[in-house]
């Protein structure tokens, strides 16, 4: 069974293999990073949240973090 969420952050498909049938813990948006906390459960979704401060990093375009200002 495919598994496809789509991404909280940006939008982006996320296409997940059989082994997260039955999985809680975090994935990574291939496209923006942002790192997703979900919880699946013979193949549904039963929970989905962004981690906060990978979303700001996600979003972020690089250099270095201890001079990023934010807005």
Excluded: F
Aim: glycine share 8%.
């Amino acid at each position: 069974m495919r598994i496809k969420l789509c991404c909280l952050s940006c939008g982006h498909s996320l296409d997940l293999g059989d082994a997260y049938e039955n999985y809680r813990g975090a994935v990574r948006c291939w496209s923006c990073r942002a790192l997703l906390n979900i919880t699946l459960e013979e193949g549904l979704l039963k929970e989905m949240q962004p981690t906060p401060s990978t979303v700001a990093e996600a979003r972020w375009d690089g250099g270095d973090p201890a001079s990023r200002q934010e807005s």
